[in-house]
């Protein structure tokens, strides 16, 4: 389920209004099955762990919804919702969540919920242990990149980096660059200083890896872009360009030196893995929630939806 802070143009209604797959309900659970490896029918006497009773564990956690949320958090199979801010995004994901696992038997284990802070990650596993029980929370749930870093740790050679790597902060990421540039050359200030170039390469490449570029991929890229800019006339930082693809096959290549992976690389390669790699394990999980969204940037798509085991058009 993907909700999103775009309100209705109307703005007369604070309710969310969804889209809802009308072959959903018949094939929802035999499609999970078929993702998961699970029989296409449920067992009937499969013991489950000591959740609290299917609906009225759910009954509990939706209590303070709508009958419209309600309706959106238990329906199954693929939903969208858009709803604005303020009108209980992460309530109606936190419902649908225990929905799946309280009244359709999804083992926690096997859900994926997706969201954009830590805060709001905490809540929505708050509210399902104290709903459902101290194991209901599915295992994995968190934000992109919290999810992502458990991920690449479990993996961390489809970085080429090895156990225990450090994640660095923004700062970190630009010493780094700074360092490098300054000992290629490439780092005085233009424009009567108005420029940072170690800030523009550092954008450019968290821009890169944004687009799944790896340093070969993006030196192309540039190519093409300047490219096309001499062509049409359109308005490029050829400069920054330039400077941030010669620079980026360095910097990765000290961050693999110094064991370290930056924010960018917490989604960059686990992404990679998955579209490239048919036994790259796909430990994350089968049923996504991805939950109260902004903007999702091309690697997080990829991520929930190769996750997902759904594949993503190239």
Do not use: C
């Not at 939903?79 to 604005?84: C, K, Q």
């Not at 109606?92 to 994926?112: F, G, M, Q, S």
């Not at 800019?229 to 920054?240: E, H, L, M, S």
């Amino acid at each position: 389920m993907t909700a999103d802070t775009t309100a209705s143009p109307s703005g007369a209604d604070d309710e969310p209004t969804f889209d809802i797959d009308p072959n959903g309900d018949a094939a929802a659970y035999d499609e999970w099955a078929a993702l998961a490896g699970e029989p296409a029918r449920r067992p009937p006497d499969h013991p489950q762990r000591d959740f609290a009773d299917n609906q009225a564990s759910f009954a509990a956690i939706a209590s303070s919804l709508t009958k419209t949320q309600i309706k959106a958090a238990s329906h199954p199979g693929s939903i969208l919702v858009l709803a604005g801010a303020g009108t209980g995004k992460t309530s109606t994901l936190t419902a649908a969540v225990a929905h799946r696992i309280a009244v359709d038997k999804i083992p926690p284990h096997r859900v994926l919920a997706v969201t954009f802070t830590n805060k709001a990650a905490g809540e929505m596993a708050g509210r399902i242990r104290a709903a459902l029980g101290p194991d209901a929370a599915p295992h994995w749930l968190g934000t992109f990149h919290g999810l992502a870093a458990r991920q690449l740790r479990a993996g961390p050679e489809v970085a080429s980096l090895r156990d225990n790597f450090d994640i660095l902060d923004a700062d970190d990421s630009r010493r780094i660059l700074r360092r490098m540039m300054k000992a290629m050359n490439l780092s005085s200030e233009d424009e009567g200083g108005k420029r940072d170039p170690v800030k523009i390469s550092a954008g450019h490449i968290g821009k890169f890896k944004d687009l799944l570029m790896t340093p070969k991929g993006a030196r192309s890229h540039v190519e093409n872009r300047l490219a096309e800019g001499n062509r049409t006339g359109a308005p490029i930082d050829a400069a920054g360009l330039t400077i941030a693809a010669k620079v980026y096959p360095e910097y990765q290549t000290r961050l693999r030196e110094a064991n370290a992976a930056d924010f960018g690389d917490l989604l960059l390669w686990p992404t990679l893995a998955l579209v490239n790699d048919a036994d790259y394990p796909h430990v994350l999980g089968r049923q996504v929630r991805l939950g109260p969204r902004r903007r999702v940037s091309g690697r997080q798509f990829r991520t929930v939806h190769m996750a997902e085991g759904a594949g993503v058009p190239r």
